[in-house]
Each structure stands twice: as C-alpha cells, then as structure tokens.
C-alpha cells in the first residue's frame, strides 16, 4: 500500500512511486503492512475490513478495535472504512534506533466473533537524518618524527537511517599531509582512519588542519562534517598500552546506579607528559553514553542509569587510551545485561462478554485474555489459571492468548452474576503473580414454571357470603427474573350444578386473589373445587396449575319445618275460617283409659340446615291441660304424663315448640289437637260437632270438602255399627235366646293409638280385634274386652262350629249350671 509523506517535495514524489503490499497470512490470521516513517496522523496503512473478508455492516455491528501491546498506541482503525491508519507521527530512529528492521506489531479484535488477528507494520526509512560526529572538532596530537604512513583512527560518523540511507562513504580535504583511508569492520561498518601521507616538522608547521565529511545514499544524499586539527609535537618513544585488548563484563539489570562495572588499565613506559595516559570513549551509541560515565583518569567506567534487560541486553564500548605524546592504544569492552524478575506478567482483557445467557452452550467463549511478561527464561514463562469454584475453564488459544470459556451450563437461579478471576503467575523464584477480574452477569430464561406456595389450597366459606367476598389468595413463585417471572393467574373453566365455574368464582390476574361472585346456599351448593393456573410471561410461557377447594360452611337460615302435623292451611278469608282449619290440623283420637305414658302423636320436624344448626328440640309450648301431656326433647314423642280425668276437657290443644341449636336458634310450632273420649260413640259426636263448627264456619275455603270428610266418616261409623249389631243379632239367633239384653254402648278401654290411622286427621280402625263382650240382664253397663293376642290385619276365617256353643254353662246331662265367678247371664265372645 502506498501513503504520501508531506515533508517534503522530492520525498512525496518518490513515495507516489513506492507500493508497500500487504498479504494475509491465513494459517496464522496474521496482516502484514509497511509504511514510511514520519507518515502525518490518519495516514493510510492497510485496509483491514477487506483482507479480513468482512463486511462493513457486519464490522460496525460486530465491534472491532486495534489493541497496541506498546507503551503508545500508533494505530488506530477508522470505523467507517474499515481502514487501519496511523494514530500519531512515527519516527523508525527513535523506535528501532537498535534494529535494523522495525516492525510494531497490534491486534485487531472483532468483538462479535471473539477473534483476533495479528498485524505486523513494517516502519521504513526514509532519508530524514544526516550522519553526524559526536565531536565537531577533534583535536590530534602527532610527534614529528612518526613515519610517513603511520595510521590514526579517526571518531566515526552515525547515521540513525538504515540501508542506502544510512552512512555510506568518508572523504578528508585541507592538508597534503594527510589522507584518508577507510577500513571495514566485522559488522561491515566504516572506519575512518588519518594516515600520514608526508612526514612533519614542527618548526615549519605546528599544526594542521583537515575537514573529515561523512556522506549518506539518500536522495538528495546529506553530509556531516568533523574538523581534525593536528598539532605536531616533540618525539614520544613508547605507546600506551591496554592490559587487555578485550574487556567482558556481565552485570544484572537490577545493580544499583553508580556502581563500577569495570575499570580499564593501560601502561605509558614514557615519563613525563609523554607518561601520562588518559582514557576516552571513541565509540558508543548514543543510549550507551547515557547509561555509562568513563573515568579519564582512572579508567573506572560507572553506570549512571539503570539497566534494563528488557531493553537492551548487551552493550558494546571502545575506550581509547592516549598519552601526552599523542600515542594511542584501544580495547573492546563488551558489557552484557542479565535478566531478573523483575516484572510481573501483564494480564489484559483483550475482549469479553458483559452478560451470557444461562442456556449458553458448554464451551461458549466468554473473554479473550493477553498475558505476557517482558522478562526471559523461567522469569518470562507464564501460566494462568481460574481462581477455583466458578463453572469456567481456561484454554491456551493463538500465541499469549487464553480463551475463557464455560465448562458447563449456567443457572442464574442458582447465581446470577460471577466475578471471573484469572491468575498468572510467572516461573521466577520468587514468582511474581497478577490477576484481572471479569465481571459476568447471566441473563434469564424462561426454564422455571411458576410453583405455589402450597401444594393445594382449601377455604372455609360461609354461606350467604356477599358477592365479591374474597374466598383466598393463591400465590405463585417463578425463579425466573423479569418478564419470565411475571405471573398471571386465570381459573380453569368447570361447571357447578350444570352453572359455569366463572358465574361462582373469579381470579384476579395480578395478585391470584379469588373472590365470589354470588352468594353461596349450604343446602345448594356444600362443596366447590376448581383449579387455578400460574402462567409466566416468557415466550414460551411455562404454567402450572394447583387444585383449589371451597367449602361451604353452612349459617343457621333455615328454620325448622314441621312436617306432622301438618300446619293448617292458608285461611283465604276472615278469622273464623281460620279457627276452622285449625282445628282439623293434626287431630289424634285417644282413649280416656290410655295409661300414664301412652304415645299420643309424634312431632316430625326437619331443618334444612346441617350439623348443629340442624339438631332439633322440642318442648311443649302450650296446652289445655299443661300437665296431661309431655313432650320428648330429642324425639318429639307427644306422651301422656297421667292418665286423663273426668273433668278434663274433650278436646285438647297442644303447642309444641321445635327449636333447632343454631345462633341465634331459629324455631317453629306445631298445633296438635287431641280428643279424648271413652267410646267410639262419644269420639264421633266430638268429631261431628267440630266438623259441624267448622261446616258453619263462613268463608272456610275447604268448607265443602271437610263436609264431605266429616259424612264419610259418620257413614262408615253407621257401616261398622250395623255390622256388629248384625252380627249380634245372628249368634243370638242362633243360640236361640229368646230375649237379649240391650247391647250398651261399651267403652273403648285398652285400644292402642297406633291402630287409628289418621284420615285428614281423623283415625279410624285399621285392624279387626277380637273382643270378649260380657252382658248382664240386670244391669245396663256391659264390659267390653280386648283380647290382644287375637288381634290380626285381616278378619280370620274361622270355621263354622260343627254344634252351636252353647250359651251359658250347662253340666253332662244339660242341667243349666251356673259359674259362681260368672256374671249372672254369663260370657259372651264376639269376633269382629
């Protein structure tokens, strides 16, 4: 590639014509440039984007940047070109002042890829630097008596180009007494050297003076001069002479300054001026003259700034060794620098992730690291690891680079952000160490479904709750961060009593809270179980369901219902109608006979409600007669508590109270009526006259029915009456008795009250009995018995007697006899 310096007119025309080619290394992914030292800022070196096969666009995505492992960055890349320029001026004299090829080297990252590639630029000389001597005037001291031809070493010219630019010839004017002749060293630099061309005489000249000019091969070619001036002095038999012709020294890069590093001898066999020796430096570069101070007396040269191996590793001095006469010797001193550990490794982070995500593939390359150290040997050999417990791993990529990468899936549940500290240590004794520390945060995926607090949830929910009574709350955790941690809750659709679950419960989306649509009834609706769903917000989301259950707890809002006896019916008109039907409500038919203790009726209530609020009491509230009857508490038995008197009214009234356990107690009443009597007869007249009351009754609005119950049972009571008269009338036809006696009107004495069943409250005869009538002729009350063990659902069909019992008790030869406990016209036995 091609770039136009500006210095000057001549250069900028010769720098048109050079090409500087750039290749690619594929093996390595290493760019090779050159360019001209003294390059303005910005000049173009190479275009990297093109030899790297990338686009522009992908480029400017990805991220690329020059990292310069220098002390100064030299190069920058433009961002919109792709272009590799020049980030400041660059002189090759001061960087490579040692070398004779420089060469800076960077690297080019590309961020997205995590990729780096090497360049190298070459810096080429330009011809910017004319040779010059150390000392622009040399002074030469040359006895008279030396032989023609006899030869001086001359101070050499430095020039800091290279190659055609740097020094090239010598060339000496002014005196015919001298010429120049130029030796080649082993490093194929020049020598000049004074060489006596015509011998001297000091009374005819004391000195001389000569110009030695130094010329380079640029174009146009630059020069230095020196001027030599000779004196010629009196004769000086005996030269100075070094003890050695070469002087080694190895010294460490860390000895302290003003140390003597070596001190140089030489011996003048002359006396007097011609004796005495001084010593100068007639070659050393620049950085050595900087470094190191020569004694001119003693010898002793001192280092006056600290080494550095690093830098430079060895030095080369020649010292020269010159009497008063003007004799001279030289010697060679070679000081070479060794290494110390004296540097720790230098650790950069050449690039690196600032987040990963946590389903990141094992291997995934995480930062790119640079690691070197300046020192050499074990001190410069540097290996690097992982500060321990983190799921990374190290491995050695291209050259001093190491690549971080995971050694297995990540869990940002389990950490969310790691601080990746990468250790190197160098092989120096004691070893050195430094580390960097990479800040990692995980991003989240969506690989946790939200989970509920409980495994199930379950409420108590009274009923006739309020509708938007809140029920409970269900609450969900997701690990998850973020949107994939958001979760959202919604009912899974069901039905309740065919009715849509949504129409009963609701959700609220954010908080999970469910409330109640509408009031719940116990004696509807006992139980209610629905799920709810936890849903994320990742894509895809991820959701979980729990089972909820809602227990109707039944409130006391039933009142008991009595359903026997059966309440009266609604009165369509008037109070008196309504006293009426009161009446007919629950009546029970009983003896007067019955014992202490006889069931009368049993109470039958019930309660919708449930548990307590349904246990039933019952207590007797009212009565006509309050100590005839008793009421059991639990079971409603309406018994006798004595047996009833004359003077006890016919028809009873009882109000029985049923209460249920609830709080508050919520109760109800039943009216039972009981009509007492001591025959079937006296029963019937009671009922007719209250059928005939209620008949009157205006505006009863069962008035005609009850009317025609009441003459139903008066005609089935006429019916059963002619029956046993008939039946009468036949056994005492067929006994043949002449005269009975008058059937009286028995009372009903011993008849349970379980055999009446009640008609419209009205009980009559289910079974047939058998009775034992006993009559007397004297006597207009009869007694009629029982017999409980004849008693059967059906009337028996007994066969007809094969000769007519006979009537009254008669001895073996047909005496009529009487039992003396007999009644006096003896037993009757009449099956009904």
Known sequence: MCGAGSRWVRRERALLWCVLVAAWEAAWGQLRYSVPEEMPKGSFVGDVAKDLAIELTALQDRGARIIDRGRRQYFSLHGKTGHLVTAERIDREQLCRLVAKCVLRCEVVVEGEM???????????????????????VEERISETTSPGWRFPLAEAH???????????????????????????????????????????????????????????GEPPRTGTARIRVLVVDANDNAPAFSQAEYTVRVAEDVPVGSVLVTVTATDADDGINGDVKYSLKKATDLATELFQLDPKTGAITLVRSLDFEDVESYELKVQARDGGGLFDTAKVDITVTDVNDNTPELSVTSQLSTISEDAPPGTVVALVHVQDPDSGANGQVS???????????????????????????????????????????????????????????????????????????????????????????RAWDADWGANARVRYRL?????????????????????????????????????????????????????????????????????????????PASASGSGSGSASEWWSGVELWPRSAEAGSLVAKVVAVDADAGQNAWLSYELAKATEPGLFRVGLHSGEVRTARLPLARDAARQSLVVVVKD??????????????????????????????????????????????????????????????????????????????????????ALRGVP??????????????????????????????QLRFSGGSCCDTLPARPPPDEPAPLLHEDPDGARRADPAAPPYGDVKMYV
């Open 384 to 474: 690097c690891s992982l500060d321990g417990g983190v799921p990374f791993r190290l491995s050695r990529s291209r050259g001093s680079y190491y690549s971080v990468l995971t050694a297995r899936e990540l869990d940002r549940e389990e950490v969310s952000e790691y601080n990746v500290t990468v250790l190197a240590a160098d092989g120096g004794s004691p070893s050195l160490r430094s580390s960097a520390v990479l800040a990692l945060r995980v991003l989240d995926v969506n690989d946790n479904a939200p989970v509920f607090a409980e495994a199930r949830y379950s409420a108590r929910v009274p009923e006739n709750n309020a509708a938007g009574a809140l029920l409970l709350r269900v």
């Open 115 to 137: 990729q780096v590639y090497g360049i190298e630029v070459e810096i080429t000389d330009i011809n910017d630097n004319a040779p010059s001597f150390k000392e622009s005037e």
């Open 753 to 782: 009250a379980s055999h009446f069943v009640g008609i419209d409250g009205v009980r009559a005869f289910l079974r047939s009995y058998s009775h034992e009538v006993s009559l007397t002729a004297d006597s207009r009350k009869s």
């Open 492 to 568: 899974w659709e069901g039905r309740v009593r065919g009715a849509p679950l949504s129409s009963y419960v609701s959700v609220q989306a954010e908080t999970g809270a469910l409330y109640a649509l509408r009031s719940f009834d116990y004696e509807e609706v006992r139980e209610v179980g629905l799920w709810v769903r936890a849903e994320d917000g990742g894509a895809p989301a991820l959701s979980s369901n729990v089972s909820v259950r809602l227990e109707i707890v039944d409130e006391n809002d039933n009142a008991p219902q009595v359903l026997y006896p059966p309440p009266a």
């Open 661 to 746: 356990h609830g709080r508050p107690a919520l109760s109800a009443t039943a009216t039972l009526r009981v009509v007492l009597g001591e025959s079937v007869a006296e029963l019937l007249s009671e009922l007719g006259s209250a059928a005939a009351a209620a008949a009157a009754a205006p505006g009863e609005a069962a008035g005609s029915l009850t009317r025609w119950l009441v003459l139903a049972v008066a005609a089935v009571s006429c019916l059963f009456l002619a029956f046993m008269l008939l039946l009468l009338a036949l056994r005492l036809r067929r006994w043949r008795r002449s005269q009975l006696p008058a059937a009286g009107s028995g």
């Open 159 to 217: 020039d800091p180009d290279v190659g055609r630019n740097s020094l090239q010839s010598y060339e000496l004017s002014g005196d015919e007494h001298f010429s120049l002749a130029v030796q080649a060293g082993p490093g194929g630099d020049q020598r000049p050297e004074l060489v006596l061309a015509k011998a001297l005489d000091r009374e005819e000249a004391a000195f001389h003076e000569v110009v030695l000019r130094a010329s380079d091969g």
